[in-house]
């Protein structure tokens, strides 16, 4: 039913599509961090090569679990399991393990994504301050060449975010802060 006529709340397939491509921007953002840091690597070559392979390997893996869990269990079962639904498939087929494993596995990247998330947004800002671009507080480097103060703004303003999604309500469309901000931060 790739047109969605027997589940109209799924969308069309435009409509589909397009939630499925904000998703897979996030998937694919090591490629965007590694051409950011790209400039303190030892040998530029070893980030190209990173890159390419670090893209291919983020592809294969997406595309066996989209596939290989469909021949796992059926598409009604997919449908009905509660996030991290890898968790929950690798559990139907090994065991109660299989769960642990994914969800250490998926705390490991959450942890990880935040903080490459918080040095991008402080290299962003300290490479934007030394083209003059960005206020001149934000160029200064602590003794490990961090830039401190980007890192702290950086910080700063995760903090805010996190504590107004926190406290903040769904509107009346059902759309939740956090995925309004993710819809805005993708496109």
Same mark, same amino acid.
């Given at each position: 039913?790739?047109? %969605?006529?027997? @589940?109209?709340?799924?969308?069309? =397939?435009?409509?589909?599509?397009?939630?499925?491509?904000?998703?897979? =921007?996030? =998937?694919?953002?090591?490629?965007?961090?590694?051409?950011?840091?790209? #400039?303190?690597?030892?040998?530029?070559?070893?980030?190209?090569?990173?890159?390419?392979?670090?893209?291919? *390997?983020?592809? $294969?893996?997406?595309?066996?679990? @989209?596939?290989? #869990?469909?021949?796992?269990?059926?598409?009604?079962?997919?449908?009905?399991?509660?996030?991290?639904?890898?968790?929950?498939?690798?559990?139907?087929? =090994? %065991?109660?393990?299989?769960?642990?494993?994914?969800?250490?596995?998926?705390?490991?990247?959450?942890? %990880?994504?935040?903080?490459?998330?918080?040095?991008?947004?402080?290299?962003?800002?300290?490479?934007?301050?030394?083209?003059?671009?960005?206020?001149?507080? $934000?160029?200064?480097?602590?003794?490990?060449?961090?830039?401190?103060?980007?890192?702290?703004?950086? @910080?700063?303003?995760?903090?805010?975010?996190?504590?107004?999604?926190?406290? *903040? #309500?769904?509107?009346?469309?059902?759309?939740?802060?956090?995925?309004?901000?993710?819809?805005?931060?993708?496109?």
């Amino acid at each position: 039913d790739i047109w %969605g006529k027997s @589940n109209p709340d799924l969308g069309s =397939v435009m409509n589909q599509v397009r939630n499925m491509m904000l998703v897979t =921007v996030w =998937v694919f953002i090591g490629i965007e961090g590694a051409s950011i840091f790209s #400039s303190r690597a030892e040998k530029r070559s070893d980030v190209g090569k990173a890159t390419v392979i670090g893209f291919i *390997t983020v592809l $294969l893996l997406l595309v066996l679990v @989209n596939v290989l #869990s469909m021949g796992v269990m059926t598409q009604p079962e997919l449908a009905k399991l509660q996030n991290p639904s890898m968790a929950l498939v690798l559990e139907h087929v =090994v %065991g109660h393990w299989g769960a642990v494993l994914i969800s250490v596995g998926l705390l490991i990247s959450l942890l %990880g994504a935040l903080l490459s998330w918080v040095l991008l947004c402080a290299e962003i800002m300290f490479a934007a301050a030394k083209d003059h671009t960005m206020p001149e507080f $934000l160029r200064r480097e602590n003794a490990n060449q961090v830039p401190a103060n980007a890192l702290w703004l950086t @910080n700063i303003c995760v903090q805010v975010f996190l504590v107004v999604v926190f406290f *903040t #309500s769904g509107d009346p469309d059902g759309m939740d802060p956090y995925t309004k901000m993710l819809l805005l931060a993708t496109s």
